[in-house]
Structure formats: structure tokens, C-alpha cells
């Protein structure tokens, strides 16, 4: 199982929100590319990278960033997710040497977009559910919509997407502990791996899902508890490196 370093990109500089809060920021560093190279030192085997700004914009804001991340460290697989709306932002990350884009609330709202993309960059399109009570969230969190997670899930599968990366909104960067169960119901019901995302606190939460890795998830995206230290990543990797 992969653990996978969170960089929130929000003006340039390294922040992570609650519950997607743009107003409830904490600044961890005004240098992520220097961040990227601290979890790589620690073992990271892929990072996940949000373009906060482009979330909320419906454009990149922070590509500058990533593409010197991407430069940084070639070797690094990267996935990015946040305001990625069309067909030339997905190209120019893939360009860039980004490895996986994540599309949001645009699988949702233009679900044949999705089609599209997985068609047109096969292997490299992962798409991003953000649910709360098995309903999946769209615009930065700001609405629930109607759409049930697990079906939606499955038409994506179907079309031929990489991995789902599954965010439990109400559990993001409230360091209250990952929703398992519900991360494991997902994984049972698509054959496409799943990234577990949202709540990740402390050692337990790693061991949690591990105990479930073989079910179809395939890692697990941490943010807040590593750079608050609640989480020691170096030796969270080792540990979800155990379960592969």
C-alpha cells in the first residue's frame, strides 16, 4: 500500500484547510517544491499534489509550481488534482511530466468528459470523489449532490479511469481518523484500485487500512497529521509498504 504526502497549493506556498475551508488555511511552508524533496528524502513513492486556487478558479493557478516539482524530481510519480477542466490542462500536466491527473467536479457535472480524457490519455486519468454520507460533494464541497459514490464509481470504471481517490469530506484535515468501512465498501464494489483519502491521523489509521488493502485499495493520501507530526511518514510508509 502506498502512502502517498499531500501538497495543498494555495498562492504558491504550502497550506492545508478544514474540511476544504479556503478561509480556515494553516501555511506550512512558502517552499513546496523544498516540501516534495522532504518526503521523497522519507520514502514517499508518489505525491499528490492540489491546485487549491484552480479548485475554486475552475483553472490552474499554482501549474508553475507543479511543473517545478515535476522538474525537481523526474522520477517521482505525481498526481495533481484541482481545476482541471479540459483537455489542454491534462496535456500540458502530462507535458510537464506529471504522471496521473484527477478530475473532480467536472467527472460529475460532464460525466462524458471523462470518456473522453481516459480515451484520449489512457493510464493516466484518475478521477476524484468527495463524498459525505454516500453522497458525493461538487464545487469545492460546497453542495452535496444526489449522486450516489459507489455508482458513479462504476460508470467511471467502466470508462476506463486508473484509480478513484476517495475523499470522506466529513473527515478531511479534522485528524478524526480515516472512514474505513466506507473506504472498503467502495473498494469491494469497483475492480479499479482505490486511494483512500480524508482523516488519516496517526499509526492506527495506517494499520486500519492495511488490515483492508487487499480488498482494492491501493493507498492512501495524508496531509495535516504529517506536518502537524501526529503522523511520522517515514515510518508510516515503511509500515504501509508492509501491506503490498
Known amino acids: 500500500m502506498l502512502l502517498i504526502p499531500a501538497i495543498d497549493l494555495k498562492e504558491g506556498k504550502c497550506v492545508r484547510l478544514r474540511q476544504g475551508r479556503m478561509e480556515d488555511d494553516t501555511v506550512f511552508s512558502d517552499d513546496p517544491v523544498a516540501v516534495a524533496g522532504r518526503w521523497v528524502a522519507a520514502g514517499a513513492r508518489r505525491i499528490h499534489l492540489v491546485d487549491l486556487d484552480g479548485a475554486f478558479a475552475g483553472k490552474p493557478k499554482n501549474a508553475d509550481v507543479v511543473h517545478r516539482i515535476a522538474e525537481a524530481y523526474p522520477d517521482l510519480p505525481i498526481q495533481i488534482g484541482g481545476g482541471i477542466r479540459d483537455e489542454d490542462t491534462i496535456e500540458a500536466y502530462l507535458n510537464a511530466g506529471v504522471q496521473y491527473v484527477i478530475i473532480g467536479t467536472?467527472?460529475?457535472?460532464?460525466?462524458?468528459?471523462?470518456?473522453?480524457?481516459?480515451?484520449?490519455?489512457?493510464?493516466?486519468?484518475?478521477?476524484?470523489?468527495d463524498a459525505k454520507d454516500g453522497k458525493v460533494a461538487v464545487d469545492g464541497w460546497s453542495k452535496l449532490s444526489n449522486h450516489d459514490v459507489i455508482d458513479l464509481a462504476q460508470k467511471f470504471e467502466a470508462q476506463g479511469v486508473e484509480a478513484i481517490v476517495y475523499t470522506d469530506i466529513s473527515r478531511d484535515g479534522m485528524m478524526q481518523g480515516v472512514n474505513v468501512e466506507a473506504t472498503a465498501r467502495l473498494a469491494r464494489a469497483i475492480t479499479i484500485p482505490v486511494i483512500a483519502s480524508g482523516g488519516i491521523t496517526n499509526m492506527d489509521d495506517i494499520h486500519a487500512l492495511g488490515v483492508v488493502a487487499h480488498e482494492g485499495i491501493m493507498g492512501a493520501i495524508t496531509g495535516r497529521a504529517i506536518y502537524e507530526g501526529t503522523l511520522d511518514f517515514a515510518q508510516a510508509e515503511k509500515i504501509a509498504e508492509s501491506y503490498s
Open 106 to 129: 467536472k467527472a460529475v457535472s460532464t460525466p462524458h468528459f471523462v470518456h473522453d480524457v481516459a480515451i484520449e490519455f489512457p493510464g493516466h486519468i484518475i478521477v476524484g470523489l
